[in-house]
């Protein structure tokens, strides 16, 4: 069984930053990719960003050059570094740890708004 926890969402303002933590336990395997998408008000969810074993990552158009996706050694813990946060990166924001199969966390609010 592996579990998928998310932290560190929250309200901020436009301009501001938020780090987001993911962090997995249980039967984890080191090989593994992780990703984290959101679903705003309203739309469907979609990638934001990726980390694949071998530690090359990817980003949504919409969020290159504001967020960065980063992991621990252990490959347990995943960030999202967002800066220059927009009213439109408002939604919730999932973690996703695949290896075999995928799993999700539930999920943790981002609000961007004055």
Known sequence: QVQVMESGGGLVQPGGS?????????????????G?????????????????????????????GRFTISRD???????LQMNILKP??????????????DYWGQGTQVTVSS
């Open 73 to 79: 050694n252990a490959k347990t813990t995943v960030y």
């Open 36 to 64: 984290w998408y959101r679903q705003g008000p309203g739309k469907e969810r979609e990638l934001v960003a990726f980390i694949n074993p071998r530690g090359s990552t990817s980003y949504a158009d919409s969020v290159k």
């Open 18 to 34: 938020l780090r987001l933590s993911c962090t997995v336990s249980g039967r984890i395997s080191s090989i593994n990719s992780m």
């Open 88 to 101: 439109e990166d408002t939604a919730v924001y999932y973690c996703k740890y695949s290896v075999i199969r």
